[in-house]
């Protein structure tokens, strides 16, 4: 049985940035707000290293507070320093331009909407930086419902699938005769979804690793799954054999918050089968 690694997978340079500001900073005193990225695993290690995770600000008297790389809004900075806390802020550069984007739109007299899902932590920090006045859509039946308005302001989600971001803003286009999109989509992100994509038209089964609460990997596992039979795992201890019974090649692709070592350890599970 062949094992073909996609092209592009794994940790981005957001993700790496933010891994890296945060180890530069364990000290046992450090904290993130929530965690710095979707990995449970790589949460876990760097919790080992003196970097903890904290939900709430009420949790935290002393210190640094790591900004994780999905982002805050403008108030949480400023709650922060309040408490005399020291701020390091991992947010990814990517998310922080989506963030300005929706400000300045918002600033510009733009009625703002963010293409996301609504409960993503990144695009609640979207939303906080267009002043709380940012409609969010989720889907074409959200947009086509939506009303008219004098200036529409788009941005998006960075890790949202491009196609997914064109047949939204194709019916946003009828709302506004003065229509401005800022499309923040990550490159890495398209760049992953594509890989996947090609590979799993290549193979007869795709294993997808990452966080079952990162959505960039939930993404990843649904574009394969219209390709061929596919498993979104999170390490390799859930591979199971019966999986690859009269499978020739196997295909792995993973999330952008997915660490280098996961990735390994599934590929030589894969490849033992």
Known sequence: MEVILAEYLGFCYGVKRAIRIARENADGKSCTLGPIIHNPQMVERLKD?????????SEISEGTVIIRSHGVGPQIYNKICAKGLKIVDATCPHVKKAQLSAKELAEDGYSVVIIGEKNHP?????????????VIIENEAEAEALKPCAKLGIVSQTTIAGEHFKKIVLRLLEKSKDIRILRTICTATEQRQTAAMELAEKVDVMIVVGGKNSANTTKLAKLCETK??????????????????KIQKVGITAGASTPDWIIREVSIQCQRM
Request: charge should be negative; proline fraction near 2%.
């Open 122 to 134: 990144e695009v609640k920090s979207i939303f906080e930086w267009a002043n709380r006045q940012a």
């Open 228 to 245: 061929c039979k596919t498993y979104h795992i999170e390490t390799a201890a859930e591979i199971l054999p019966e999986w690859f019974n």
């Open 49 to 57: 290293e003196g970097v903890g995770t904290i939900e709430n600000l």
